[in-house]
């Protein structure tokens, strides 16, 4: 059976080539898709796969029944872009000034297709039923996963599987790892109001800068000096504005930044220590304060079991060279939300070009993905969804 699934897979290569070039040609940002989620769901239609479009969104969810009663499993990839400008100099460059798949979810969305196209051809030899959940707007929170969930895509479904083309690591590898692997990713703001004056007459003032420069400094202390060594935990400052002529004390400054975090207690943790440090570094300085906190995807929590499982399933893909354990990585996804569900794992697939002088990380300008990745991906996914029925 696996046998036939890889070699239905290869002889499609070329065609998922195609589909992941076009849709890199074409990206949609976040919540505005329409036109991927149009080309998966007419994919799937000229195939005579059933298809749901609409789901949560602009979610995309298909099936294929086979033949002999069984599990329900599920495969997801997501199909959403980046508001980045695509700097690469090849054939499928975006044509879309300002936007591009920065993150290979156009590999996700090519290798899914494919494999769903590869065991619809299968189907009067499979056993159970498979979920393909084409997923919008990863990127940016709230997410697709939420509101496809509440419109159903889980429904009846026993084990989930989803992947990450990973471009930092080499094509050929399979990383794992049971319980925490991605964090949960959460964007705080802080604007602080203090008495702008004149640059010449600071005693007068209540310096805006000033009380967020020692603001940055007292919330690097969170990590340092509060959070057991033993978690892990990032406080980071990713924005600081207070625009001013050159001879003006600030009467306002924001900062904007982000928490990540694998555990639940060390979340709540530090967002109190926040609210508390703030409170006491503007009360120091007789500013006042504006705290938001918005909490973005939980931590990617993999199951134990599934996640054992997996790893065997890699291991009889022929393109597959090695499989480790990956320590967690601070990156954030709403696969998470799957999981709180389903059993199921999430793992990344090694997929750095060949051949470039330098490898780009995620969400860069110049980001790449190898392509044959891609197979190793739906092959990958495509045992784990055939020998769940045994499992």
């Known amino acids: 059976m696996l046998n036939n699934l890889f070699s239905r897979i290869e002889n499609y290569y070329e065609e998922m080539i195609s589909i992941r070039r076009y849709l890199h040609q074409h990206p949609e940002l976040s919540f505005k898709e329409y036109k991927t989620a149009q080309f998966i769901q007419s994919f799937y239609e000229k195939l005579g796969i059933e298809v749901r479009g609409n789901v949560g969104g602009n979610g995309v969810v298909a099936k294929v029944y086979g033949k002999k009663p069984g599990k329900t499993i599920a495969l997801r990839a997501d199909f ?8 690469k100099e090849v054939a499928y460059k975006s044509l879309v000034p300002g936007i591009m798949h920065a993150c290979g979810h156009d590999g996700h ?38 509101s496809m969930i509440e419109d159903g895509c889980l429904d009846h479904v026993d084990v989930i599987f989803g992947t990450h083309l990973w471009a930092g690591e080499s094509t ?20 602080i109001q203090g008495q702008g004056g004149h640059g010449a007459q600071p005693h007068k003032t209540k310096d805006a800068i000033v009380t967020a420069s020692q603001l940055v400094l007292n919330l690097q202390q969170i990590v340092s000096r509060r959070v057991n060594p033993i978690d892990s935990a990032v406080v980071t400052i990713g924005s600081f504005t207070a625009e001013n002529a050159f001879n003006v004390i600030a009467d306002k400054a924001k900062l904007i930044g982000t928490v990540r975090t694998f555990d639940e207690g060390v979340r709540q943790f530090i967002e109190e220590e926040m609210e508390r440090i703030i409170h006491g570094t503007c009360y120091a300085t007789g500013s006042t ?25 890699a291991a009889v893909v022929p393109e597959v060279k090695s499989i480790e354990e990956t320590e967690p990585q601070m990156g954030g996804e709403d696969f998470a939300y799957y999981l709180q569900k389903v059993p199921g794992t999430f793992f990344f697939t090694g997929a750095m070009p060949e051949g470039l002088e330098k490898t780009y990380p995620h969400h860069h300008p110049k980001f790449d993905i190898d392509e044959k990745a891609m197979l190793i991906a739906a092959k990958t996914l495509g045992t784990a969804a055939i020998n769940s029925q045994e499992n």
Do not use: W
């Open 289 to 313: 304060y504006h705290f938001l906190y918005e909490k973005g995807y939980p931590a990617v929590v993999n199951h134990a079991k599934e996640t054992e499982f997996l790893q065997k399933c």
């Open 172 to 191: 050929g590898k399979i990383q794992y790892r049971t319980g925490p692997i991605m964090a949960a990713a959460d964007r705080f703001e802080v604007e």
């Open 80 to 87: 959403d872009a980046l508001p980045i400008q695509d700097e």
């Open 109 to 146: 969305t090519a290798s899914l297709l494919i494999l769903a196209k590869a065991l619809h051809e299968l189907k009067d030899e499979l056993a159970g039923i498979y979920v393909f959940i084409h997923q919008h707007a990863e990127e940016y929170a709230p997410g697709g996963a939420v």
